[in-house]
């Protein structure tokens, strides 16, 4: 079964850190490119950041640049979003998922986690 388990999620006081996790239970194909998006509470989805599986190049929201990390462990299908900095508006729900285009709108991406809370306390 093709499946996507976020992890790691958790509630900080505002300036602290945390680290998701974005496991796949297959092998990620070399063409695909794996998402982080974010959805808070009667907001819509929204873009965090992605990396190409491939060569590891990232994008960022400018919400986040300078203060979230994408990283990807090729050998255990997993990537990685460090979050450093945090801050009350980055509490919501956050989404890993994958796709084949080098692309920031949710519609790109055909296969999708179940996502994983956080909180930043002010």
């Known amino acids: 079964q093709v499946q996507l388990q976020e992890s790691g999620g958790g509630s900080v006081q505002a300036g602290g850190l945390l680290r998701l996790s974005c496991a796949a239970s297959?092998?990620?194909?070399?063409?695909?490119?794996i998402g982080w998006f974010r959805q808070a509470p009667g907001k819509a989805r929204e873009f965090v950041g992605l990396i190409r599986w491939s060569n590891g190049n990232t994008l960022y929201a400018d919400s986040v640049k300078g203060r979230f990390t994408m990283s990807r462990d090729k050998s255990g299908n997993t990537v990685y979003l460090q979050m450093t900095a945090l801050k009350a508006e980055d509490t919501a729900v956050y989404y890993c998922?994958?796709?084949?285009?080098?692309?920031?709108?949710?519609?790109?991406?055909?296969?999708w986690g179940q996502g994983t809370q956080v909180t930043v306390a002010s």
């Open positions: 297959w092998r990620i194909y070399s063409s695909s490119v």
């Open positions: 998922a994958v796709g084949s285009h080098y692309e920031t709108q949710p519609s790109s991406y055909r296969t």
